[in-house]
Nanobody, 125 residues
Framework: QVQLVESGGGFVQAGGSLRLSCAASGRTFRRYTMGWFRQAPGKEREFVARILWNDGSTRYGDSVRGRFTISRENAENTVVLQMNSLKPEDTAVYYC??????????????????WGQGTQVTVSS
């Protein structure tokens, strides 16, 4: 069982930055692929970013590429999403997710076993 707890959400003006953190339980954190997804009101949950457990490679959704950066600190069982140049359309609840499956790409919701409860990000224009 893995527990994920997000933090760092809040309210920011357009063009600003926020840093989201996700703390994970479990002694084998380094073997989890970690991802961030978001869900705006009335919309489906969408992929934001992921980082693979084995080589640390990253992928980003089209709408955030070049503005967001995902990173992980295995020693602290933490994955971070640095969000810069925020736009009002980035407003959503952001979820952290993890999977111990080594064969998935981590780009789809169905790839993940565990989810956090989410943290709200609101960007004003």
């Amino acid at each position: 069982q893995v527990q994920l707890v997000e933090s760092g959400g809040g309210f920011v003006q357009a063009g600003g930055s926020l840093r989201l953190s996700c703390a994970a339980s479990g002694r084998t954190f380094r073997r989890y692929t970690m991802g961030w997804f978001r869900q705006a009101p009335g919309k489906e949950r969408e992929f934001v970013a992921r980082i693979l457990w084995n080589d640390g490679s990253t992928r980003y959704g089209d709408s955030v590429r070049g503005r967001f950066t995902i990173s992980r600190e295995n020693a602290e069982n933490t994955v971070v999403l640095q969000m810069n140049s925020l736009k009002p359309e980035d407003t959503a609840v952001y979820y952290c997710a993890s999977t111990g499956l080594s064969t998935v790409t981590g780009l789809s919701r169905s790839d993940y076993d565990y989810w956090g409860q989410g943290t709200q990000v609101t960007v004003s224009s």
